[in-house]
């Protein structure tokens, strides 16, 4: 039997994949740079009202990230699609549930790790504290990997549809609803004086959750878009 | 062994083909023939599990394929009318993680003998992408090489290729059968094996 070991067949995709991110940087970066012109558009547009600015602060990040994570998720399976790689993983004597994890992490660590990093940076503009800062940061380290499991099941539905892009969209931003509503709770919760704890567990349970069911199910999807 | 019994199959509501029949073992060669449209792609991805049929029977040793899934990938190789290489990896990167995920640890030495065969010497380390098709073709099928299955499924293999890559294929195909493989094949350019008899299927 020639199957890999779990973390062997893991490396290998997440390696290649990463390898094939940093050959088309452009990619990389459109979804960083989106995220930081929507966070940074709104202070222009609404005024520099501090007390409003600061108030807004924790949805407003959000809702960017969550529109940011929506941009790469065509990406995801399209260009492996296409070129037929994707089906000669189908093919693999290895687990499709655990390729497609595999691809799940790379495209978090290129897609949605950047923003968890970038994020504080953003929040200072608008006059951030500290400790509202490092809540923001957890709660996108918790919430973008939700955000690419879920997006994932939408991308491989919409796998080789056309305008496939603005598809995935409307599917998947109703199922990150209750993302958005735990990951800007708990940053607001914080800085209204309450423990943020409950808002985060509830966002580690989703994760937990969406990475044990949403691999299969993105696999099976798969399979019925390559048919 | 490899057997199909009433394989039907539709695409989309339209019938491809139905009541197929036909069974191949160690050390035979068969060719898909039909006309544009007439379904042997179809029934190459049938066979390899990535189409449901609609109805009938494939088993490999006796055992449904559906059943066996990855054991029966990892007894089985099949090229498709994509090259499924990476333009933005070189030749050696690429095969490497085909080989990877076939299972198989390769060093890179073998991986470069293996393209040198293919005559793509000098070419090893170059990004698939300033390849020409045929190149690409050649990169794609040193995975026959490197990847050691009984059964290919090859979807025309000779797509782009010149004509010493062809007399190259079919001394690769040769090889495989004297090493009691099986190779299901379709294409519309002639290709013969020396010394084995080509099984031939027509799909109407």
Known sequence: MNQLSLLGLISLVVRRDLVLAMRR?????????????????????????MEMLRKMAPGLVWVSALLASMLSLGRMFSADYLDGTLEQMMLAPQSLAIVVLSKILAHWMVSGFPLVIIAPVLGMQFDMSAQALWVLMITLLLGTPILSV???????????????????????????????????????????GINAGSNLALLGAILVMALAFMPWITAHALRISLE | MLEISNLACNRGDHLLFSDLNFSISAGQLLQV???????????????????????????????????????????MIYLGHSNAIKDELNAVENLRISAGLAGCKLDDKQIIAALRRMGLRG??????????????????????????????????????????????????????????????????????????????????
Not at chain 2, 148 to 168: F, H, Q, R, Y
Request: proline residues 4%; aromatic residues 4%.
């Open chain 2, 33 to 75: 023939q039909g006309a544009n449209g007439s379904g042997k792609t179809s029934l190459l991805r049938t066979l390899c599990g990535l189409v449901i049929p609609a109805m009938g029977e494939i088993k490999w040793r006796g055992q449904d394929i559906h059943e066996l899934d990855e054991k029966f990938y990892a007894e």
């Open chain 1, 25 to 49: 940087r452009a990619d990389v970066l459109t979804t960083l740079i989106f995220f930081v012109m929507v966070v940074s558009l709104f202070p222009l547009g609404v005024g520099p009202e």
């Open chain 2, 123 to 204: 070419r090893e380390m170059l990004p698939v992408r300033v390849l020409s098709q045929g190149q690409c073709r050649r990169v794609a099928l040193a995975r026959l090489l490197l990847i050691n299955v009984s059964l290919w499924i090859l979807d025309e293999p000779l797509t782009a290729l010149d004509v010493s890559a062809v007399g190259l294929m079919q001394e690769l195909i040769g090889e495989h059968l004297a090493n009691k493989g099986m190779v299901i094949y379709t294409t519309h350019q002639p290709l013969e094996v020396a010394g084995v008899e080509t099984q031939r299927l027509a799909l109407s």
């Open chain 1, 150 to 192: 879920i997006g994932a099941a939408g991308a491989a539905l919409t796998l080789g549809l056309r305008g496939g892009g603005a598809l995935v969209s409307l599917l998947v931003l109703p199922l990150c609803i209750p993302v958005l509503i735990f990951g800007a709770g708990a940053v607001e919760s914080v800085v209204s």
